[in-house]
T-cell receptor
Framework: DAGVTQSPTHLIKTRGQHVTLRCSPI?????VSWYQQVLGQGPQFIFQ???????GRGNFPDRFSARQFPNYSSELNVNALLLGDSALYLC??????????FGDGTRLSIL | EDQVTQSPEALRLQEGESSSLNCSYT??????LFWYRQDPGKGPEFLFT???AGEEKEKERLKATLTKKESFLHITAPKPEDSATYLC???????????????FGTGTLLAVQP
């Protein structure tokens, strides 16, 4: 079975731009979560979506938003990009009550 | 505030030299403790979930244990292919609807030399 797939794999943007990152969960997984991983740190929770509804939000500004589609895929949007937004953005999916499985992420670089 | 601390930050072992990685946690009501392995340029790969003190899980050369304050990842006779960053994360009962929210430590970078 295919794992969690994320696109694009790499992205370069400049300050002030916006970006959309995409995630396709493992088949049968209805929950999708987004994490930000800065170099040398552990992943930090951004959002969780389940059945297209936001179930939780981490300590991130309103510039960060997300949504989940009827096929359970998800998008993460970041507006007004800052240099500090440079990171690896990870998507994870799971069935209810089961461990999360991560994709290989989108490496976002802000110039 | 929920917190996870991993030690050491980095560990270098010779092939076959067994050791342990530590994960200390503070959480208001533990739902589960998770171990992941992360290779460079990749996402975390799930290894184990532990739910209650005294629980143990094993997979090949890895064994995870849990107490009320910490978890250990024991690596027996490691091989070079075990080289990776090992991440520990906790999930608390008080995150409301965010049932999947994980709090991660900063990881232990393990290098196993032949």
């Amino acid at each position: 079975d295919a794992g969690v797939t994320q696109s694009p794999t790499h992205l370069i943007k400049t300050r002030g731009q916006h970006v959309t990152l995409r995630c396709s969960p493992i088949s049968g997984h209805k929950s999708v979560s987004w994490y930000q991983q800065v170099l040398g740190q552990g992943p930090q929770f951004i959002f969780q979506y389940y059945e297209k509804e936001e179930r939780g939000r981490g300590n991130f500004p309103d510039r960060f938003s997300a949504r989940q589609f009827p096929n359970y895929s998800s998008e993460l949007n970041v507006n007004a990009l800052l240099l500090g937004d440079s990171a690896l953005y990870l998507c994870a999916s799971s069935r209810a009550g089961e461990p999360q499985h991560f994709g290989d992420g989108t490496r976002l670089s802000i110039l | 505030e929920d917190q996870v601390t991993q030690s050491p930050e980095a560990l270098r072992l010779q092939e076959g030299e067994s050791s342990s990685l530590n994960c200390s946690y503070t959480v208001s009501g533990l739902r589960g403790l998770f171990w992941y392995r992360q290779d460079p340029g990749k996402g975390p790969e799930f290894l184990f979930t532990l739910y209650s003190a005294g629980e143990e899980k094993e997979k090949e050369r890895l064994k995870a244990t849990l107490t009320k304050k910490e978890s250990f990842l024991h690596i027996t006779a490691p091989k070079p292919e075990d080289s990776a960053t090992y991440l520990c994360a906790v999930q608390a009962m008080n995150y409301g609807g965010a049932t999947n929210k994980l709090i991660f430590g900063t990881g232990t970078l393990l290098a196993v030399q032949p």
